[in-house]
């Protein structure tokens, strides 16, 4: 049975695109605040999507003999105490935000040239929007962050790619070993937004409100 939808008033209401879906509550309310920001003048350019270090990684790693068949024997693979930590770590979504917390000020220092994070009457912060979602698996976290290319010291999509795959990405081991971060040029905005709303539900938004930073009314 679909849940039924209560729209706000109509003077609040701001049309959504056809296209997009709408399957609870939650998600409308997220969708609303998406356009108002889109209305505001949110104009992402890029849309970049990375994943965090999983003790998975390490347990196919050590599965693979070395003819390069896997042995899927559990005699072969036990998992320590700091793999523990790490799996309870990235489906724990407090730890996911504080990750996520500290490869925003790389990405600030790095992309925009920001290097005292607490001045913030010095610089021009950008308005960067940071969603999380599990995916298919429905196991552990992953982000997608769109950013804008104002102030940006890389103006094209091989440059971000390199610095993100590099400079970036070793300077937190939180990072996938396994799976390298994606970024791709937003043509579409209204698109990129439904896309990083569609698991929003009544328990799980989103959005990263504490590390996102969006256009203020």
Not at 134 to 139: C, L
Not at 165 to 184: G, L, P, V, Y
Not at 193 to 202: A, G, M, Q
Not at 207 to 216: K, M, V
């Amino acid at each position: 049975m679909e849940e039924k939808i209560n729209l706000l008033r109509k003077q609040k209401h701001i049309p959504l695109p056809s296209k997009w879906i709408i399957k609870n509550q939650s998600q409308y309310e997220t969708a609303q605040y998406l356009m108002e920001q889109e209305s505001l003048g949110f104009n992402p350019n890029y849309f970049i999507t990375f994943h965090y270090f999983h003790p998975d990684e390490v347990k196919k790693k050590r599965m693979t003999l070395d003819d390069g068949t896997l042995n899927f024997s559990s005699q072969l693979w036990k998992e320590s105490p700091k793999d523990k930590f790490i799996r309870k770590r990235r489906s724990d979504e407090d730890y996911f935000i504080e990750d996520t917390g500290q490869i925003k000020n790389v990405i600030l220092k790095e992309l925009y040239g920001i290097k005292r994070l607490n001045q913030t009457w010095k610089y021009e912060f950008p308005n960067l929007m940071f969603f999380y979602e599990k995916g298919k698996s429905q196991v552990k976290y992953h982000t997608h962050l769109l950013i804008p290319n104002k102030n940006l010291k890389y103006d094209s999509k091989e440059l971000l790619e390199f610095v993100f795959n590099t400079k970036i990405r070793k300077s937190r081991k939180c990072f996938s070993n396994w799976k390298k971060i994606d970024i791709e040029e937003v043509n579409n905005v209204r698109g990129a937004l439904s896309y990083c709303n569609k698991e929003t539900n009544s328990s799980t938004y989103s959005i990263d409100y504490f590390n996102s930073n969006p256009i203020q009314k």
